[in-house]
């Protein structure tokens, strides 16, 4: 839709650099990320290393997908990860794993197989990419696309339905445009261009799946990065509410349903104690949103649509302490309950966190967000009969299926308990455990307790040796283990996808990374031959003709000519002026210029908030946030612009 120019100038002045990453104001002050991922569709025998932990185990429908996480669909099988507003579907035989998941950059790394992202949209300063043996992949714009690897990694293809992807091998660069498919078979060569592949049954049900995302009604009333608003349709009926705005009531649950009644708690950092439900539409209700109880059953009340939805890990208020009378029904053993935060009630996270993230995190929801003692809260949904859930303290932490064994604690057997925004077994705070510690339960499994692993040749590992990745408490990861350096260690070699020299390139958003260690150069031989360049590659260049960049054995040579008696030519043998090193001053330039941004970011987010409470008169929600997207592309090539000139000022340090 076209509006008039008038109206677009002043929307420029009210949104300019409005939208910006969340990650701007929350990643600064070590908050958690505002999204994970969640697992969402599931067929055959699929497999998740978890972040931390020490094996494989069963992959369940609801189970949060964050950093340092991997997936692995066996034969005949695929899965589906939605995360933020984007979906990613994994055909068979295909091994990912995720290097960071966070409010403005997700990267993907696959090794063997096949899968399709299709990105809905995109939030100001968001990054996509996607690491393959082959090369870099930069899901530069929304649209669907395709990657495929060989089962030996050497051949890799992409494949862009819609959109624009980047690809880049060492020194090359290439922007594959829609329906076109690029071919990636070694880091010494341009990809080669084509015509788009044509789809299979597997991409076609995978398209199927995104109309049903597009076409869903629950957009109409959720943000649209909101997981887990694709299953409402199918299990549940949306109504309009003179206080509430729109809610959601789940049907055919059943006899005595309660929310968080069925299902599991998991220890996820840094969140930690997390609840996985077992219903199939059991993401968006459980960790956006509130509880309330009227009319004889339970509704959902997201609340008012917010630009960025923010994760929580379950959106309960604790009970517990030895004053409660929930611990005779398991035979004097200690109890852990908890009950569902009403609408109006304040979310209390039980991790460290900002005062600024619990007023985000609450949005319209919390009357009083930064309310530090839960003890003075009301709860009202406690006086609901069979509201407050409690277990053993043993099932609680050893994250068992609760279903079972869960009783509902009667309103008058609260008396004496006390809230809490962390679990509570008498007066014991359950800390929650490291993922290496928690025993593997597959109970919560769909293949009769056999977990399915891929070839010992792909395995979950480090991104760059950063152990802080592969476990959220920054502990090495017990699987792989830092090999001794050995004793004649060959030449640093460039990061995966990146390019030689360039320590920023593992880092999307340009901050200075760890130089590689400088080798001492070997002595230099009595007589040294003359090097010849491995065939199809340049002088010197050993690791040009191995995709993966491991070293190839040059070819023989054959011995120099004897020296020549004529004089030494003055003009060549002038020494070459060195240019003056000035990646120090480039980088302090960098973050200057960063940290500009990242301001404009955060006052945008504000400017943002107080538009959509006062939305300037005559036009729709639609139009606002069609003029917010707008201003968000703009925004991002500005900032983009800006960066690129600092680098071309400096030499293209980066580059």
Not at 212 to 233: A, K, N
Not at 515 to 521: A, D, I, K, S, T
Not at 557 to 584: E, F, G, K, M
Request: hydrophobic share 35%.
């Amino acid at each position: 839709m076209r509006y008039p120019k008038l109206v677009l100038a002043l929307a420029s002045i009210v949104f300019i650099a409005q939208l910006a990453p969340v990650s701007a104001q929350l990643g600064q002050y070590g908050d958690p990320p505002t999204r994970v991922g969640r697992v969402s569709d599931l067929g055959g025998a699929v497999s998740l290393y978890l972040n931390g932990a020490i094996d494989w185990t069963d992959a369940a429908i609801n189970y949060p997908i964050i950093s340092g996480d991997a997936i692995w669909a066996d034969v005949a099988s695929r899965a589906e990860i939605h995360l933020g507003a984007s979906a990613i579907r994994l055909g068979a035989r295909t091994a990912m794993s995720f290097g960071e998941i966070s409010d403005s950059l997700t990267e993907i790394r696959i090794d063997e197989g096949s899968f399709e992202i299709y990105i809905h949209s995109y939030l100001l300063g968001e990054v996509y990419e996607v690491d393959t043996p082959n090369g870099l992949v930069t899901l530069a714009q929304q649209g669907a696309y395709r990657i495929d690897v060989t089962a030996d990694g050497r051949r890799t293809t992409v494949t862009t339905r819609s959109g624009l992807a980047i690809v880049e091998i060492g020194t090359f660069r290439r922007n594959i445009s829609a329906g076109n498919t690029a071919t990636l078979l070694n880091s010494q060569r341009m990809p080669i261009v084509g015509a788009a592949i044509q789809t299979d049954s597997w991409e076609e049900w995978a398209n199927g799946r995104d109309q049903r995302d597009l076409t869903s009604q629950s957009i109409r009333y959720l943000s649209p990065d909101m997981i887990g608003y694709e299953d409402l349709d199918d299990y549940g009926v949306w109504q309009r509410d003179p206080v509430y705005g729109a809610i959601w009531i789940p049907r055919d649950v059943p006899a005595g349903w309660a929310p968080y009644r069925y299902g599991r708690w998991e220890s996820i950092q840094p969140w930690g104690w997390t609840w996985v439900d077992d219903a199939p539409w059991g993401f968006a209700p459980f960790h956006y949103g509130r509880w309330t109880y009227f009319g004889g059953r339970w509704a959902w009340v997201p609340g008012p649509v917010v630009s960025r939805s923010i994760y929580a890990p379950a959106l309960v208020a604790f009970i517990g302490g030895n004053g409660w009378n929930a611990s005779a029904m398991f035979g004097g053993r200690p109890a852990v309950g908890w009950v569902p935060l009403a609408p109006g009630e304040p979310y209390v996270p039980g991790y460290r966190t900002t005062s600024g993230y619990v007023d985000r995190i609450n949005g319209g929801n919390g009357r009083n967000p930064v309310q530090p003692n839960t003890i003075d809260i009301r709860y009202v949904n406690r006086n609901v009969p069979g509201a407050v859930t409690a277990v053993s303290r043993d099932d609680f932490t050893r994250s068992r299926p609760i279903g079972r064994t869960a009783v509902a604690v009667r309103p008058g057997d609260f008396v004496g308990g006390r809230a809490s925004n962390i679990p509570l077994a008498g007066d014991e705070r359950l800390i929650p455990p490291p993922r290496d510690e928690v025993p593997v339960n597959n109970e919560r499994g769909r293949n009769g307790g056999r977990t399915f692993v891929p070839p010992d040749r792909i395995q979950p590992r480090p991104r760059g040796g950063d152990t802080a990745v592969n476990d959220p408490r920054g502990r090495p990861n017990p699987v792989n283990p830092p090999a001794p350096p050995p004793t004649n260690p060959p030449a640093q070699q460039p990061p995966r996808g990146g390019r030689q020299g360039d320590t920023t390139r593992n880092d999307p958003r340009g901050r200075p990374g760890t130089p590689p260690p400088v080798m001492p150069p070997p002595p230099p031989p009595v007589n040294p031959p003359a090097q010849q360049p491995p065939r199809g590659g340049r002088q010197g260049d050993t690791t040009r003709n191995d995709p993966r960049g491991r070293p190839v054995t040059p070819p023989p040579v054959t011995p120099p000519p004897p020296p020549s008696t004529l004089p030494p030519d003055p003009v060549r043998s002038r020494p070459v002026p060195q240019q003056p090193d000035r990646s120090a001053e480039y980088q302090q330039k960098l973050s200057q210029l960063l940290a500009k941004q990242q301001r404009e970011d955060a006052d945008a987010v504000k400017r943002h908030a107080a538009l959509q409470q006062h939305s300037p008169p005559g036009m729709s929600a639609a139009q606002v946030q069609q003029m917010i997207d707008a201003e968000n592309k703009s925004a991002a090539l500005r900032h983009q612009s800006e960066r690129d000139a600092l680098a071309k000022q400096y030499g293209n340090p980066a580059q």
